[in-house]
């Protein structure tokens, strides 16, 4: 029975990213850019993907990131 409130859906939606931030975690660059985080820790590994270690953490940092991508597409 219906108790008038709205029925929520159980499905696991990915969470929404800022749309600027100074830097993102992989999984989170992978998501934006559409490219497999096995990819882009293969670059960074290899001096192509500029990222920031923070601890045990990799961080991409954004306008980097942005510029390494935005050549790479024009080329």
Do not use: F
Not at 4 to 33: C, K, N
Request: glycine share 6%; hydrophobic share 30%; aromatic share 6%.
């Amino acid at each position: 029975m219906n108790s008038g409130s709205p029925i929520r859906e159980t499905s696991q939606e990915e969470p929404d990213l800022p749309a600027e931030r100074l830097a993102y975690s992989v999984d989170e660059a992978a998501q934006l850019t559409g490219l497999s985080r096995d990819l882009l820790y293969d670059q960074m590994r290899r001096g192509n993907l500029p990222y920031v270690k923070i601890g045990r953490r990799r961080r991409a940092e954004t306008n980097a990131w942005r510029e390494t991508v935005g050549r790479t597409m024009s080329s």
